[in-house]
């Protein structure tokens, strides 16, 4: 492994194990209520008792089978990040045309601006008994609630991102007869591509927080809907490994998103160091 690679693992992970050693510290002192907040092994134990398969029956069969991937973590998992990435890319989606629109076009950014600008600051789990209301419970409200956490970061970033490109390359591009779709295609498009994708990354984080706060509602089923069904039952190391697991999720994805930015923007004077 490079050397500088490993000092920056260790750098990124020193001060979780440091926390976590305290943590442990505290709970075996009984300085803490272990009821109120287990110690770190208590909820790998339950993190582990939450991955492990069970015994599933099946009617078709008319037998118990063990399925591999039956645990309950995994089932959660699967479904809480399939409702993630649907609800961003349906954000996305909508958001990145309507910003190159709003970005390009001074007169659809008048009018539609003062909409937007009013629709904003509105968090999406106010939108929580209108999604009931007009989707029912399921996926629906839940994919419409993180659609609307992700479209508003990936739009005002875009929006920005077309706004700010450096007036010396457009007028470059005009001086060698670039016409509007070169333009766009060639010059707006690269050099708004640094905000569309800071918009992208803020969105997808918000569509984690959304994430929960839908599966608490509208679902029966995700990381979100299992933490407070452990609430109700005063589990607070399930609880714990819950929060956790939605904890690795964000982070993986953000290293992943991370790198495909520098991947995609090595081009980028701002990426050279």
Do not use: C
Request: glycine residues 10%; aromatic residues 10%.
């Amino acid at each position: 492994m490079n050397l500088s690679v490993l000092k920056k693992l260790l750098q990124g992970v020193i001060v979780p194990l440091l926390a976590l050693v305290l943590w442990q510290a505290l709970s075996f002192f009984n300085l803490i209520n272990p009821q109120i907040m287990p110690s770190p092994l208590a909820v790998m134990k339950k993190w582990g008792e939450y991955l492990a398969p069970t015994e599933a029956y099946t009617p078709e069969l008319g037998s118990y089978a063990l399925w591999l991937l039956s645990g309950e973590l995994l089932q959660d998992a699967y479904a809480s990040m399939s409702r993630v990435i649907g609800g961003f890319l349906i954000g996305g989606v909508l958001a990145l045309p309507l910003g190159l629109l709003m970005g390009t076009n001074k007169t659809v950014y008048k009018l539609l601006d003062p909409l937007i600008q009013v629709l904003r600051p509105i968090p999406p789990i106010a939108y929580i008994p209108l999604a009931i209301l007009w989707f029912g419970l399921g996926n629906p409200p839940a994919f419409f609630l993180i659609s609307i956490g992700s479209f508003f970061p990936i739009l005002m970033n875009t929006i920005a991102g077309v706004q700010h490109v450096d007036g010396i390359y457009i007028r470059a591009a005009r001086n060698l007869g670039a016409g509007q779709l070169t333009m766009f295609r060639r010059v707006i498009l690269p050099a708004a591509t640094p905000y569309i994708l800071t918009g992208a990354r803020i969105g997808m984080g918000t569509a984690f927080i959304v994430v929960i706060v839908a599966e608490m509602i509208a679902v029966n089923n995700g990381l979100g809907f299992r933490i407070l069904e452990a609430r109700e039952y005063f589990w607070s190391d399930k609880i714990i490994a819950g929060m956790f697991t939605i904890g690795l999720f964000g982070l993986a994805i953000d290293i992943a998103m991370n790198a495909l930015n520098k991947h995609l923007l090595k081009w980028h004077r701002g990426l050279e160091h």
